[in-house]
């Protein structure tokens, strides 16, 4: 199994930048795609991004592609995605996950983290 923490999350202006963290437990981090999604108030979870194992093929949302960077460190056991041009209607409750396959859907993730807040003020 695999235990993640978020970290990372805050308030910040329109256009400003937030890199978040999502720590892993377990040695087998490396085994896992490892993805970023979010929540707004009142919507579905929504795909952010998502890397591979080995961290060489990144798949990002339409609407996040260009703004946002997943990465991995195996060795530090975790993912990062750094947040740029932020916007107020990229608000939401971000959550880190794990699966075994490089998709878009939740259902592909059987490990998630509790969430960090990231809040952008117009």
């Known amino acids: 199994q695999v235990q993640l923490v978020e970290s990372g999350g805050g308030l910040v202006q329109t256009g400003g930048s937030l890199r978040l963290s999502c720590a892993a437990s377990?040695?087998?981090?490396?085994?896992?795609?490892m993805a970023w999604f979010r929540q707004a108030p009142g919507k579905e979870r929504e795909f952010v991004a998502a890397?591979?194992?080995?961290?060489?093929?990144?798949y990002y949302a339409g609407s996040m592609k260009g703004r946002f960077t997943i990465s991995r460190d195996n060795v530090k056991n975790t993912v990062y995605l750094q947040m740029n041009i932020l916007k107020p209607e990229d608000t939401a409750v971000y959550y880190c996950?794990?699966?075994?396959?490089?998709?878009?859907?939740?259902?592909?993730?059987?490990?998630w983290g509790q969430g960090t807040q990231v809040t952008v003020s117009s």
């Open positions: 890397i591979s194992r080995s961290g060489s093929s990144t």
């Open positions: 377990g040695r087998t981090f490396s085994s896992y795609t």
């Open positions: 996950a794990g699966g075994v396959r490089l998709t878009s859907a939740t259902r592909d993730y059987d490990y």
